[in-house]
């Protein structure tokens, strides 16, 4: 069983930016990838970014390559989403979510209860 915390999400200006966080607990070395997802009010989750623990190897959705950037800090079990140059279609809830590939929600296993960011003009 794999426990996931998000925090770091908030309300913004357009441009500005914010550094989600992502702490695994539990029974986590099992996990290959963490990935970042996204839901917007009305729409489908969709894959933000993920990373692959064992080889640092990233991806990133093409609406948020440039902007965002996925890393990890393994000794504190602690993945992070940098978000720069905010935009008002990033608004979202975002979830990061464990023991999955790439960026297909319908993947991952384990899930964490998101934390909301809304970017506003």
């Known amino acids: 069983q794999v426990q996931l915390v998000e925090s770091g999400g908030g309300s913004v200006q357009v441009g500005e930016s914010l550094r989600l966080s992502c702490a695994a607990s539990?029974?986590?070395?099992?996990?290959?990838?963490v990935g970042w997802f996204r839901q917007a009010p009305g729409k489908e989750r969709e894959g933000v970014a993920v990373?692959?623990?064992?080889?640092?190897?990233?991806y990133y959705a093409d609406s948020v390559k440039g902007r965002f950037t996925i890393s990890q800090d393994n000794a504190k079990n602690t993945v992070y989403l940098q978000m720069y140059s905010l935009k008002p279609e990033d608004t979202a809830m975002y979830y990061c979510a464990a023991e999955g590939h790439g960026l297909l929600p319908r993947l991952y296993k384990y899930w964490g209860q998101g934390t909301q960011v809304t970017v506003s003009s």
């Open positions: 539990g029974y986590f070395v099992s996990y290959s990838a």
């Open positions: 990373i692959y623990k064992r080889t640092g190897s990233t």
